[in-house]
């Protein structure tokens, strides 16, 4: 499934993040290693949740992205904050010139890592273990980079790297029937109402809240990777 940002799917993406906590999870999991560095590029950045979380240890975050609605998302979202650190720029990552401590990739651009490492101290790359959607009924999938293909690639290019594994929730929750249906449908449009009422009696959650009293489960298995750039 490709990613079309809009204020639906922004809005949905935000509520699953700040429920699940997923990328602050993500982001726990890697501070360790980013001791001491003090300039982040988020390649393919998205909405930058990660960043947000990450924004207190580094003097300085460029979020690199080529969708105009993503880095609006994240100049409503610094300013809401009081954050001046993170900077929205939109730019094609073929393009990317410029040096960094870190660089962040998550779902995006791990197919061939190596490219990145010129630009920077340390990469790190989220990269999901399946290929498919875990979480709405699509008919006609998009086959993304998998944990495996990067091993392939990283194992045959002879370049050295640090793998973890991790499992953390990243499901989703809604305010309401109403907006569960739009959401599925936004994501399957072909989906019928049969088939739709059948997912949703089989996936949706009643959770008891006042915020969001339904909720799809999702556990997402990622796996982390961890390359040495080439500046120093």
Not at 152 to 167: C, G, H, N, R
Request: hydrophobic content about 35%.
């Amino acid at each position: 499934m490709q990613f079309t940002w809009n204020a639906d799917t922004i809005r949905w993406y935000i509520n699953a993040n700040d429920y699940s906590g997923f990328y602050k999870n993500v982001a726990e999991t890697i501070t360790p290693a980013l001791t001491g560095y003090k300039s982040l590029c988020d390649i393919g950045c998205g909405l930058g949740l990660f960043d947000f979380e990450v924004a207190p240890l580094f003097e300085k975050i460029d979020c690199v992205d080529i969708n105009d609605a993503a880095l609006s998302s994240i100049r409503d979202r610094t300013a809401k904050l009081g954050i001046s650190n993170i900077f929205p720029r939109h730019k094609n990552c073929d393009e990317l010139t410029g040096r960094w401590d870190v660089i962040y990739m998550s779902f995006f651009g791990s197919r061939e890592l190596d490219r990145f490492l010129p630009h920077c101290q340390k990469l790190f790359a989220i990269v999901s273990v399946t290929s498919e959607s875990e979480m709405f009924p699509i008919k006609q999938r998009y086959k993304k980079n998998t944990v495996n293909d990067s091993l392939k690639y990283l194992v045959s290019s002879d370049i050295p790297y640090k793998l973890t594994y991790k499992q953390f929730e990243f499901g989703q929750p809604f305010t309401s029937l109403l907006d569960a249906r739009q959401c599925v449908q936004s994501y399957s449009p072909d989906i019928s109402d049969a088939e739709l009422d059948e997912f949703l009696h089989n996936k949706l959650k009643e959770t008891g809240g006042e915020v969001y009293p339904f909720y799809i489960p999702r556990t997402k298995s990622v796996g982390i990777f961890e390359l040495d750039g080439a500046f120093k």
